[in-house]
């Protein structure tokens, strides 16, 4: 897997520099655009799990020029923060955006609180809370809305969607060393800490899902790689393709699936102690 392809998607040239233990990157366009300092030493598996978050969190358009996570758990979005301070990107230059969906204006109140809710989790400044934005919606869903980080750097956006993303993807399809699957292990957590589900019956786990986009490929790209784990997968409904059964659950349980995401960890972990065949 290279960190660093050699061109953007639009053909310039990224430049990078090795300074000892750490790798500076940028390309040319205009006057320049702001270089970015990343660890040269990086855990694979911890930035499969946040490219794994960030293709299933939908931000993978070519028209996205800022580094973009969205999620209303704040333990995802603390673990992603967490793997980003692993590549020397420090909480201190990010920024959060607040979406809170009601079916009327925001008050005030409503945005204090979100604002003191989302900078004590995250522990950032409410300085760097950029904006607290309405979306329409006929209830209002969430106390606290979602948060988007956003790390202003078109590099990095090179870097993770259409370099690192990329070669994870093929290696994910067809893993063959000790390292490409510990690469699929960690690709499947962000995914499912962004797309899974938990359902239980009566307390107990019954099944698990992944929700899917129907307008691509992703349905038969899930059926590889949850095979390339040893799982057998179920039918599908709509949007969300299901994994049933003991044998299953027991690989889910040591893949530790929901690492990222601690409400839909503790139900898993709840239901799969009441499993009977386990």
């Known amino acids: 897997m290279h960190l660093f392809q050699k061109k953007t998607i639009f053909g310039r040239e990224i430049f990078v520099f090795d300074c000892g233990n750490w790798l500076y990157a940028w390309y040319s366009v205009g006057g320049g655009v702001e270089p970015i300092k990343i660890r040269k030493i990086i855990n694979a598996e911890k930035l499969a799990e946040l490219v794994g978050f960030f293709f299933g969190d939908g931000n993978t358009s070519k028209t996205v020029r800022n580094f973009r996570l969205t999620n209303c758990e704040a333990s995802t979005l603390n673990y992603c923060v967490g793997i980003l301070s692993n590549l020397g990107i420090s909480k201190h230059f990010l920024k959060v955006q607040i979406i809170y969906s ?3 204006e925001i008050e005030n109140r409503v945005t204090n609180r979100c604002i003191n ?33 956003l790390f202003d750097s078109s590099v990095l956006v090179e870097i993770l969607l259409h370099g690192v993303l990329k070669d994870i993807i093929d290696i994910v399809k067809k893993p063959k060393k000790k390292i490409e699957r510990s690469i699929l292990r960690g690709f499947v957590r962000g995914l499912a800490a962004a797309e899974g589900s938990v359902y239980l019956r009566g307390g107990v786990l019954s099944r ?16 590889k790689i949850l095979t390339n784990l040893g799982l057998t997968y179920g039918k ?43």
């Open 102 to 104: 009601s079916n009327k």
């Open 117 to 149: 809710y989302w900078s004590r989790i995250l522990e950032i400044k409410k300085t760097q809370i950029v904006s607290v934005n309405r979306s329409k919606s006929k209830f209002e869903s969430l106390k606290y809305g979602s948060a988007r980080i």
């Open 208 to 223: 698990v899902s992944l929700s899917f986009n129907q307008k691509t490929d992703d349905l038969e790209f899930y059926k």
């Open 236 to 278: 599908h409904k709509r949007n969300e393709l299901y994994i049933y059964g003991a044998k299953n659950f027991i690989i889910l349980n040591e893949l530790d699936l929901f690492k990222m995401h601690k409400k839909r960890k503790q139900k898993f972990l709840m239901g799969y102690a009441k499993h009977k065949f386990l």
